[in-house]
């Protein structure tokens, strides 16, 4: 069973050190491990967003510039005659090598442009250019019709720009080979005549996707992101990586930034999507390092944790011994140690605490003798009651027989102030406690004659209240002690009880002797004081006390001067109903 309670005090102590061990240093070191990963992760995302919006202003300024050139680019050619005048009068000899020379220079000048088609309204043919090689021109009646020109003849737009595609042989012209699978985005121009607004025809040209991917590239972080250009209508015009549809701005755990386009290409959009786990990849690495270096952290604390609880609780284990080892007869527990550590002042004071518990123990003991003696001596002097008041009795009958009536009241009275003497340590009501001090009153005046003044003015239901014995009679008493016998007779002595709510209210004063504000101190810090122990003593500090012992906090004791004439002294206690004589109270005993 030793062993048992050891364990439990050694698996205490050490689960106390764990708990400390985890509320000070493992909970504090992770949880700042989180914060900073949270702290690291917020900078990281900010900073990446903020300086994937400026690479995209940028990007997205130098595509703007990039097609905003190439779609007016072909407006140049209105601007040479040799071209406008073919597109006006038609393809023929004469006008053929002008043209072809102009649309070399043309295409040369902008070298990814793979290929040029050119269709004549005014004779319904269309040509290809492609590597500044011309094929021969061919009818193409219902060209118009082809998508995406019908569209485009009928809008008022002068453009319309295709997504990219493998370049394809329009006009099935042998100068294009078959071998050629560039990819490349479509321009299409609609030719009108300026003044009169004539349709004239169309030029197309096909441009390679790598001429502006390039400028998308730059913004990829080495292909760690995602850059996709979408048109006006969603329609992908470039990504860095293959995609199947549009763009869906749903990218989950993905963070996505976009940047609108202006200019000729308004509304077109340029889209760039990075991988959080990409983003965060140097983050996570560090959280993870952190929490591996916690986790050994851990294991050193836990080994920390089993070496100091056995350092620290073997000697805990064997004073625990020794305070176990205490009970019954064997109170001789040798606590002395050689330790001067906190546990070693433990064992003097445990030492000291033992002499002063058989200290102790001897008192008792002897206090337990001396209590059986007072009991065998309240039993046998249980017998001197009954006879004295057989004595006064028989005084009593002998003074009544003389005729001596005056003496037998005395006795008589004197009879019954010692029979309610006997009830000292009982609870009376207030009646019976006015009836002792009528009684006592009545002897002092046939001691003093009818100069003794007493104003007793007592409520009736105050009367039936229950209250501890002589709790008036020694102010009665002090009465004549301090103030009548010492000349004052001409002083009356006035005791009043009134109920106030839950309470009672009693005040005793005369108008005799008084004393200084010095010496009133003195008496208050006497009465107000550690209760002196003695059983049985009247006076102010024994009523006081008993207020104190019976009432608690519940009753108060004041004493006052009248301003040098006399004194005052105020009881406030409980309002109680009559108690049967010999009920529960600290102060009753059984009399027999």
């Excluded at 607004?197 to 996707?209: A, N, Q, R």
């Amino acid at each position: 069973m030793v062993e048992g309670k050891g364990g439990d005090m050694m698996r205490s102590v050490r689960s106390r050190l764990f708990g400390m061990l985890v509320i000070f240093i493992i909970l504090p070191y992770f949880l700042s491990v989180f914060i900073i990963y949270d702290n690291t992760r917020s900078s990281v995302e900010e900073h990446e967003i903020e300086k994937s919006r400026e690479e995209l202003e940028e990007g997205s300024r130098s595509l703007q510039r990039y097609f905003d050139e190439m779609i007016e680019l072909s407006y140049s050619l209105y601007n040479d005659p040799d071209v406008l005048s073919v597109f006006e009068n038609g393809l023929n000899d004469e006008q053929r090598q002008p043209f072809e020379r102009s649309m070399k220079i043309f295409s040369i000048s902008r070298p990814e442009i793979r290929q040029m088609r050119i269709y004549f309204e005014k004779d319904s043919s269309a040509l290809s250019v492609y590597q500044s090689k011309f094929s021969a021109p061919k009818k193409q009646e219902d060209y118009v019709n082809q998508a995406p020109f019908r569209t485009l003849y009928e809008s008022d737009d002068n453009f319309f720009i295709e997504r990219p595609h493998v370049i394809k042989n329009a006009n099935n012209a042998a100068i294009l080979p078959e071998s050629d699978r560039t990819r490349v985005l479509t321009i299409h121009h609609k030719v009108t005549n300026v003044l009169s607004g004539e349709f004239l025809g169309f030029i197309s040209m096909d441009i390679d996707v790598t001429a502006y991917s390039s400028l998308i590239l730059n913004l990829s972080d080495g292909g760690e992101s995602r850059l996709t250009l979408l048109d006006g209508e969603d329609r992908i015009m470039y990504s860095s990586q293959r995609l199947n549809g549009s763009e869906s701005g749903d990218e989950g755990d993905k963070l996505v930034l976009e940047e609108k386009l202006k200019g000729n290409i308004d509304g077109w959009r340029l889209v760039k999507v990075i991988d959080r786990d990409v983003l965060f990849r140097d983050v996570n690495q560090a959280a993870t390092t952190n929490i591996l270096l916690g986790i050994g952290v851990v294991l050193l604390g836990i080994i920390m944790v089993v070496v100091i609880s056995h350092i620290i609780t073997k000697p805990i284990e064997k004073m625990s011994e020794k305070v176990r080892s205490i009970g019954g007869e064997n109170m001789d527990v040798d606590f002395t140690t050689s330790r001067k550590d906190e546990l070693g002042h433990l064992e003097d004071h445990m030492d000291e605490m033992m002499d002063r518990i058989n200290q102790h123990i001897d008192r008792e003991y002897k206090l337990e003798i001396e209590s059986r003696k007072n009991q065998f001596r309240a039993l046998r002097s249980q017998v001197n009651p009954h006879f004295l008041f057989n004595a006064l009795q028989t005084i009593g009958a002998v003074a009544l027989k003389s005729g001596a009536k005056d003496v037998y009241k005395l006795i008589t009275s004197l009879s019954k102030m010692m029979r309610y003497s006997l009830r000292a340590d009982q609870w009376v009501t207030v009646q019976e406690e006015l009836d002792y001090i009528e009684t006592y009153l009545s002897m002092q005046r046939e001691r003093f004659g009818e100069g003794v003044h007493a104003d007793i003015e007592v409520d009736a239901e105050v009367r039936t209240a229950s209250i501890p014995s002589m709790l008036l009679q020694p102010l009665v008493e002090n009465y004549f002690k301090h103030s009548y016998e010492e000349g004052y007779d001409e002083a009356p002595l006035s005791i009043t009880g009134e109920r106030v709510g839950g309470s009672i209210l009693f005040t005793v004063q005369n108008t005799g002797a008084s004393i200084s504000d010095e010496d009133l101190g003195q008496i208050r810090s006497s009465i107000y004081g550690a209760p002196s122990g003695q059983d049985g003593g009247i006076g102010l500090k024994n009523i006081y006390d008993r207020l104190r012992l019976n009432f608690k906090e519940n009753a108060s004791f004041q004493l006052d001067t009248l301003e040098g004439r006399g004194f005052r002294i105020v009881m406030k206690l409980p309002f109680m109903e009559d108690k049967e004589e010999g009920g529960d109270s600290d102060e009753s005993t059984d009399r027999r």
